[in-house]
């Protein structure tokens, strides 16, 4: 698996949009980016993923820069209930097991 | 709404039992996952199968053992408890050919 890099934490204002960077400088180009939560020790739940373009969901978008070295996760308007840990993985697609890092702590405020 | 359960989700029991922590999946996936994960820490895979009487050892090293008889349960057995074995224990499922993990709630167990 390609080592991500995330900050520790970060805050953002309700309401406003959480803007959440992960570092993936040795992808290769068969893997993918996912991305996943964990609130307050629930299971971890599934975002958005992507390969190459920007992606969007429901949930979020997903920015890959063009080398793929970096990307970012886009919470629109963020409300309290998206307080969480935010964790980048990149995997190929086919590939089972995952390796979760430490992740990020967003905290949205009100 | 869950398509993976886990029971029990709490459970606190004493030194030297015997353990087993159910995970059940409604959609068919292949692949299931057992992680451990202690309060504030990262989550690590212990167990994982691919498919029918096939397990593997994660990466982090468990006293646990697990079986697959049935594509849908993945039970998680710990044959002598001890307190080093407190912690959550959060079961996953992705179907093959993809990589999205599902997760059920989780079973935190507390052994004294």
């Known amino acids: 698996d390609a080592k991500t890099t995330q900050p520790t934490s970060m805050d953002c204002a309700e309401g406003r949009a959480a803007n959440l960077p992960c570092n993936h400088s040795?992808?290769?180009?068969?893997?993918?980016v996912y991305w996943y939560r964990q609130i307050h020790s629930q299971g971890p739940q599934y975002i958005i993923h992507?390969?190459?373009n920007n992606e969007t969901n429901e949930m979020a978008s997903l920015i890959i820069t063009e080398d793929r070295k970096s990307s970012t996760l886009i919470l629109p308007h963020a409300t309290l209930r998206d307080t969480a840990v935010y964790y980048c993985?990149?995997?190929?697609?086919?590939?089972?097991?995952?390796?979760f890092g430490d992740g990020t702590t967003l905290t949205v405020k009100p | 709404e869950a398509d993976i359960y886990q029971t029990p989700r709490y459970l606190v029991i004493g030194t030297g039992k015997k353990i087993t922590l159910e995970c059940s999946q409604t959609?068919?996936?292949?692949?299931m996952y057992w992680y451990q994960q202690d309060p504030g820490m990262e989550l690590h895979l212990i167990h994982y199968?691919?498919?029918?009487?096939?397990?593997e050892k994660g990466d982090l090293s468990s006293e646990s053992t697990v079986s697959r008889i049935r594509t849908e349960h993945f039970p998680l057995t710990l044959e002598s408890a001890r307190p080093s074995h407190t912690s959550q224990y959060l079961c996953?499922?992705?179907?093959?050919?993809?990589?999205?993990?599902?997760f059920g709630a989780g079973s935190r167990l507390t052994v004294l």
């Open positions: 996953a499922s992705s179907r093959s050919g993809a990589n999205v993990l599902t």
């Open positions: 040795t992808i290769s180009g068969n893997e993918y």
């Open positions: 992507g390969l190459k």
């Open positions: 993985i990149v995997r190929v697609t086919n590939a089972g097991k995952s390796t």
């Open positions: 959609m068919g996936h292949d692949k």
């Open positions: 199968s691919y498919g029918v009487n096939s397990t």
